[in-house]
């Protein structure tokens, strides 16, 4: 099975017919090995930057000071990287000073895990210098040389490691699992954005109850802007369908107000919106069972993620299921203001007045008619409702 794009393959032949190596490397290699579809393909290369823009006739300085050209191949973008080594991590995130090397191995020895540090050339030979085939093949995630300096060079790699923990399921080096708690403290260096992308992605991994296990045994948690107590109780709520939802359960089960859980992982507006209606639901599920009025203010999504966390916390309680929701939810005679069919020109046309404060009302009280089975969702059963009951308020 041939790796990679045709535009990426291209784009190595093409170095390699110029006399550089070529290879392709990182997190696509290993999903490539894991059986999985590989996507974000890189490319290395001994080429320099220069040598790479001398290669091929469309290309873009996208991040040439770190070694990475744009190349445009079949109306595709490949990134191509020029192997590296790194100098000191002052901040521990970013490097001091890259050097570009000549180097294969040189350029495998910085990077974060075995599993990470592979390559794979053209012809399917893989270049394995740290064992990360057998690491792989026992499910172990494993920092390249001492796991202290990968984690002091780059904070960022220690909420990756339980990310990793969650999207493949694989079990942690004895010595990378201890210092990843030794390293704990240093996430403060990592921004609160890319904790949040992180978390995102762990979130919805195959196995986030035990990436969530770790975060807590490695004290991880302790670090964080938020986070639950009850790591049982988030762990029930799983697995998750969305990052949101993710969320939704991280905010539910550690009774965050919405607004400071906002504030501690700077979320999108879409992001507040749904968690502030998850919020508002949840409160109203505790009340009892979901009826027309919740069914028809919320999402489907804000239904089901709502109802699960509802079950993961009061196991003992009736509860309804996604397709129950669903159903139920679909059986509703409109499912928003917009599939009234009427509007409020209708309403002026029909009375002969002018339009204002009125027509919110009346339009709201018709919605409801409908919602509650009072009248027909048609603009002539409307008609004949709404000139009576306006006839009898007048």
């Known amino acids: 099975m041939s790796f990679g794009t045709a535009a990426s393959r291209e784009v190595v032949r093409q170095l390699m017919d110029a006399g550089y190596e070529a290879v392709f490397v990182g997190g696509s290699v290993r999903d490539h090995l894991l059986g999985k579809e590989a996507s974000d393909i890189d490319i290395a290369t001994s080429a320099m930057p220069t040598e790479v823009k001398e290669v091929f006739s469309h290309t873009f300085d996208v991040g040439i000071q770190h070694g990475t050209v744009l190349v445009m191949m079949y109306?595709?973008?490949?990134e191509v990287t020029t192997y590296r080594t790194e100098g000191t991590y002052a901040d521990h995130r970013r490097p001091d000073e890259v050097h570009f090397v000549r180097s294969l191995e040189?350029?495998?020895?910085r990077r974060d895990f075995t599993m990470n540090a592979l390559a794979l050339t053209l012809d399917g030979l893989?270049?394995?210098p740290f064992g990360g085939q057998e690491d792989i093949k026992k499910r172990l995630i494993r920092a390249v040389g001492n796991a202290d300096d990968r984690f002091q060079e780059d904070a960022l790699r220690i909420i990756r490691t339980v990310r990793f923990a969650s999207t493949l399921g694989f079990a942690i080096e004895k010595d990378t699992a201890n210092a990843l708690k030794n390293n704990a403290p240093l996430i403060g260096h990592i921004s609160v954005e890319r904790i949040k992308t992180e978390m995102d992605k762990l979130f919805i991994g195959k196995y986030v109850e035990r990436a969530l296990t770790i975060l807590v045994e490695s004290n991880l948690h302790r670090e964080l802007p938020l986070f639950p107590q009850e790591i049982g109780m988030l762990s029930a709520c799983a697995p998750f369908s969305s990052p949101l939802h993710g969320w939704a359960a991280f905010m539910i089960v550690g009774k965050f107000n919405p607004q400071d859980l906002f504030?501690?992982?700077?979320l999108?507006?879409?992001d507040k919106q749904f968690l502030t209606a998850v919020s508002e639901a949840f409160q109203e599920r505790l009340a009892g069972k979901f009826g027309t009025d919740q069914l028809y203010k919320y999402t489907e999504s804000v239904l089901q993620?709502?109802?699960r966390i509802f079950h993961a916390l009061y196991p003992n309680k009736e509860y309804m299921t996604i397709e129950e929701l669903r159903e139920m939810k679909g059986k509703l005679p409109i499912q928003s203001k917009e599939d009234l069919c009427i509007n409020g020109k209708d309403l002026m046309e029909w009375t002969g007045q002018r339009g204002g404060k009125w027509l919110g009302e009346w339009l709201y009280r018709a919605e409801r008619a409908v919602l509650y089975?009072?009248?027909i969702n048609t603009s002539k059963h409307l008609k004949e409702w709404f000139l009576s009951e306006f006839k009898r308020q007048a």
């Open 75 to 78: 109306g595709e973008p490949i």
């Open 106 to 109: 040189e350029d495998l020895k």
């Open 126 to 128: 893989c270049i394995d």
């Open 263 to 266: 504030k501690a992982y700077k």
């Open 268 to 270: 999108s507006n879409q």
């Open 305 to 307: 993620i709502t109802e």
């Open 373 to 375: 089975g009072q009248c």
